[in-house]
């Protein structure tokens, strides 16, 4: 078993539609949890941060840890083609230096 | 702010040939830097992190090695090159000590292919 579990999709979507992501993980200890957005032939690039349950709001986007399932989704509202991208969940152990990724979701918003 | 550079961004190279890949970042001190690889279809696997000038650990035993010679210099390198060393390399940086659960920032990545 994997130590995080994504489904790597692919996901499309109308524009203006929510996409909706999740992934599972079977570490206990993770505390930190990342969503990053990968473009093609680009360096995935950290989107959202949390590190306690609940839910965290940045613009279109909402990140949502619940650790007592191991967890996390990510939505986005209103989503546009400039989100069509891959994505990663990441997660890591307090003082741990190694972040434990999903195998990413590829997202296609169609105009 | 803080940036983060990658170089090159495309390298072929053949079987057996030497590997230099450089990252340098600005805007910080002594941040921890990371080594990753991706394989397509694939999460990132970490290689290599430091904490500190000369301080490197490895993850993954494999072909290929990693220097930290100036603070905010990171290099991988490899002295033979295997075909199965091929895929995108990506370095990262986070900043050190109490800061150290931050989140993880990335390069554009070196995508590396041996022919």
């Known amino acids: 078993q994997k130590e995080v579990e994504q489904d790597p999709g692919p996901l499309s979507v109308p524009e203006g539609a929510i996409v909706s992501l999740n992934c599972t993980y079977s570490?206990?200890?993770?505390?930190?949890f990342m969503w990053y957005r990968q473009y093609s032939r680009k360096g995935p690039e950290l989107l959202m941060y949390?590190?306690?349950?609940g839910n965290k709001e940045d613009g279109r986007f909402t990140a949502q840890v619940d650790k007592s399932s191991k967890y996390i989704s990510l939505f986005i509202r209103d989503s546009q083609p400039s989100d069509s991208a891959t994505y990663l969940c990441?997660?890591?152990?307090?003082?741990?230096?190694?972040?434990?990724f999903g195998a990413g979701t590829t997202v296609t918003v169609r105009a | 702010s803080q940036t983060i550079h990658q170089w090159p961004a495309t390298l072929v190279q053949p079987v057996g040939s030497p590997l230099s890949l450089e990252c340098t970042v600005e805007?910080?001190?002594?941040?921890?830097l990371y080594w990753y690889r991706q394989a397509a279809g694939r999460g990132l696997q970490l290689l290599f992190y430091s904490v500190g000038i000369g301080q490197i650990s490895s993850e993954v035993p494999q072909n290929l090695s990693a220097s930290r010679p100036q603070d905010r210099q990171f290099i991988l390198s490899s002295k033979k090159l295997l075909l199965s060393d091929s895929g995108f390399y990506l370095c990262?940086?986070?900043?050190?000590?109490?800061?150290?659960?931050?989140?993880?920032?990335f390069g554009d990545g070196t995508r590396l292919s041996i022919l």
């Open positions: 949390t590190y306690s349950s």
């Open positions: 990441a997660m890591k152990g307090k003082n741990d230096y190694k972040l434990s």
């Open positions: 990262a940086w986070s900043f050190p000590g109490g800061r150290s659960n931050q989140p993880q920032h």
């Open positions: 805007g910080t001190s002594n941040p921890n």
């Open positions: 570490n206990s200890a993770f505390q930190y």
